[in-house]
């Protein structure tokens, strides 16, 4: 079996646990679960960390390298048993280290989410499948046409970044947060929907119901974040109220990045259901998984013809 497929197939076995995602690296693949690194796909084939877990289901697993002077991994023996492979993998979490951004921590370099998970903010220009693992954002709903001048849409973008530099720039003031570190603010991205409508009806921009949302790193916690609404409120003399706590989590998704105005997307987005349809997949669309931008250029200073946006879209098996 080739390494895609195999990885295909790995996805798949494992998908009931819901946080798991991979991505390609050095010919072959490596694996998370819930954002902490398992395994991988090698010459040898899939193997994962030593772990309490890995010995105990897989007792007749023999230890060895992945490749030339790495750390010992154990080939996996229960790829074709789901269910045992889904409970390994599960009790194997609270062994794995967590995934820190010790670069920045170690080295005083700033965190650069972009650069860190090129996986999810720079996909190719043409249809991928992704897992994306939960996130937590900034965010502000609305409802109607983003373009209309001084709009609520508009606004929402003020409230973000207020909130967002209020906490990136708290590490010059007396308001500690634990686990800080400092941080290059996230691109701006926006949730969308129509009542009505699966995806998007792009001539029909009076009836977008929005969530404008900055990621926000692992340490900001709802308290923090009610912190900074506050101090952002008193600091810019504007009411940030209408900022939330809002978490993701998308799963499995098909993604690809646009270069373009946002008015050409739908040509995009036909080579997404496109793919879907050649690979056995469908759109999955509900309340909670939606019509998914990453806005990377700035629209001020950037020709339109050369805006970058990642367009992602909730997908699932046909079946």
């Not at 998908?15 to 798991?20: A, F, K, M, P, R």
């Not at 860190?116 to 502000?140: C, G, R």
Request: glycine share 8%.
């Amino acid at each position: 079996m080739a390494n895609k497929e195999l990885a295909e197939y790995i996805m798949e076995q494992l998908s009931d646990l819901g946080e798991v995602r991979n991505r390609p690296m050095m010919g072959g693949y490596v694996f998370y679960y819930r954002e902490r690194i398992f395994g991988g796909i090698y010459d040898s084939g899939f193997m994962v960390k030593m772990t309490a877990a890995g010995r105990k289901y897989m007792p007749d697993s023999i230890p060895q390298p992945p490749y030339d002077g790495a750390k010992e991994m154990l080939p996996v023996t229960i790829l074709e048993n789901r269910e045992l492979l889904q409970k390994m993998v599960s009790e194997m979490y609270e062994e794995l280290p967590e995934r820190k951004p010790k670069a920045a921590k170690k080295s005083g370099k700033t965190f650069d989410y972009k650069k860190e998970y090129k996986e999810f903010y720079m996909p190719k220009k043409k249809p991928e499948i992704v897992t994306v693992p939960s996130m937590n954002y900034v965010a502000v709903r609305g409802e109607g046409d983003p373009n209309e001048p001084d709009g609520a849409y508009k606004k929402s973008i003020g409230i973000l970044y207020a909130a967002a530099y209020t906490i990136k720039m708290s590490k010059m003031g007396k308001h500690r947060m634990e686990g800080y570190f400092d941080f290059v603010v996230p691109p701006l991205e926006g949730f969308w929907k129509q009542e009505g409508v699966e995806g998007i009806d792009y001539s029909n921009k009076s009836a977008f119901r929005w969530i404008s949302a900055i990621r926000l790193p692992d340490f900001v916690t709802r308290e923090e974040l009610e912190w900074a609404k506050e101090e952002a409120s008193r600091k810019k003399k504007m009411d940030c109220s209408a900022a939330e706590f809002y978490t993701v989590e998308e799963g499995l998704c098909v993604q690809m990045m646009h270069i373009g105005p946002y008015d050409e997307e739908p040509a995009s987005v036909e080579k997404m259901d496109r793919f879907l349809a050649e690979h056995g997949y469908r759109n999955d669309f509900s309340d909670g998984r939606l019509h998914h931008e990453i806005y990377l250029s700035d629209a001020r200073r950037v020709a339109p013809e050369r805006w970058k946006t990642v367009i992602r879209h909730p997908i699932a098996e046909i079946g």
